[in-house]
């Protein structure tokens, strides 16, 4: 087992070698790569989910975000406690990263149990109306109409699979009183409101940063890939799209 594991970390090192030799070789396409997710990210990213991102920590650290719960559908439908109901809404229609940043923010304050946070990730990670609508359907099929379908579609999976999941859990869940308890793990009291904001922006920029850093990776990956494959415009916007989405879209668009 210890002599495989090393074969595996030697060939990885030799990858690792190989990947900065193409790097060095290839520097002002991963550059223009890097630059065209740098754009992305200024042009596109940023600007559609920094302010709604801000808003969602807000409602999470100020505690808000439980007067806007469903209490009957999500108790009752999803079985999930009832103050997770906004929650649940900010990650099938918010799009994502907001329902991943808000559970985690949960998590991370012991407002949630880990067995519900697990089951929510599961579909509360579709993507956001701005992206299938314009990107997918404007710029992938040249239709709103397309774009408006898909994520009509697209959401009624998502609730789908909440059903199914809520489902199972009553099947062969062995704590049916759970559900009633709107503080599952722990009733910490929530922060002042300017505490609140500042605290939010702080998470947004880190959440953002590292979003942004993502991209600007994948992007540069994006193009050295296009230009070393010279492989039919389909197949590499699927490969692309695997790398990073919105790439992908714009290729198979052209």
Known sequence: MKSIQKIFRFLLCLLCLLFAVLLIQNAPVVAKGAVQGIRLCLQTVIPSLFCFMVLTCFLINSGLYRFLSLARVTRRLFFLPSELGSILLLGMVGGYPMGAKAIASLLQQQKIAPRDAQRMMLYCCCAGPSFIISAVGVQMFGSFSVGILLFAVQ???????????????????????????????????PLGLGEAFVLSVAQSVEAMGQMSGFIVLFSALSQLISSLLPCASLARALLLGCLEVTNGCSLAST
């Open 155 to 189: 959401l009624g999976v998502s609730v789908l699979f909440a059903l199914v999941c809520a489902l199972h859990c009553r099947l062969h869940s062995s704590r049916p009183a759970a559900i009633a308890d709107p503080h599952p793990v722990s009733s910490v009291r």
